[in-house]
């Protein structure tokens, strides 16, 4: 009985330490942040975002901005779900959290305040892509921007830059800080999924 009675708590002794390990190698191999700098400090373009969440596409045309709109393009959001998870539950983004911003021009206007006719009715449609910004939240690395670094690839039709230097604070980081710095310097209300937390 003695021995039965080793042979099970060895047994599952071997057990625990192989679990621990294959746990611990799972745990070891998560990638923090799908946020790659080069020797300089440059990030480089994320890929495979257009397979992370979608959070929405506010828009701000010219027709609507006697022709002068700050950003005259749809703004097509996306986030990793891991993070969007973690926001939804906490109301802050964890580290590591990248936030793709990417551009898309409104289809080739037929009125003057640039919308068109469709047969789903007047309105505005996405046309080309048109560049694309990307924010990082990383505390340390850019702890004199709330958190954040705020990234420019380029306003113009692709392809889009291979890397970006950090914009500086009056470039994006500023507007950020100044009005939505309470939610994690994200614009939280312009997306449902995120201000429906």
């Known amino acids: 009985m003695r021995r039965i009675l080793v042979v099970v708590m060895l047994g599952l002794a071997v057990l625990a330490a192989r679990s621990l390990s294959l746990y611990a190698g ?54 990793e779900e891991k993070n969007l998870d973690v926001y939804l539950k906490t109301g802050s983004f964890p580290e590591g959290t990248v936030i793709v911003k990417e551009l898309t021009r409104v289809l080739d206007p037929t009125f003057p305040d640039g919308s068109r006719a469709e047969p789903s009715g007047r309105g505005y449609f996405n046309g080309e892509f048109n560049g694309m910004d990307v924010t990082v939240k ?17 306003h113009h039709p692709l392809p889009y830059a291979e890397s970006a230097k950090e914009a500086s604070a009056a470039e994006c980081a500023g507007c950020h800080a100044s009005f939505v710095a309470k939610t994690d310097m994200t614009w939280v209300q312009f997306y449902p999924i995120l201000r429906g937390r």
Do not use: C
């Open 26 to 79: 799972r745990v070891a191999a998560a990638p923090q942040s799908t946020a790659v700098f080069d020797a300089d400090g440059k990030l480089k373009l994320p890929v495979g975002y257009r397979h992370w969440v979608f959070v929405g596409a506010p828009l701000t045309p010219n027709g609507l901005n006697n022709g002068k709109a700050g950003f005259p393009e749809y703004h097509h959001v996306y986030v």
């Open 138 to 154: 990383d505390s340390k690395r850019f702890a004199n921007t709330n958190g954040w670094g705020f990234f420019n690839f380029g």
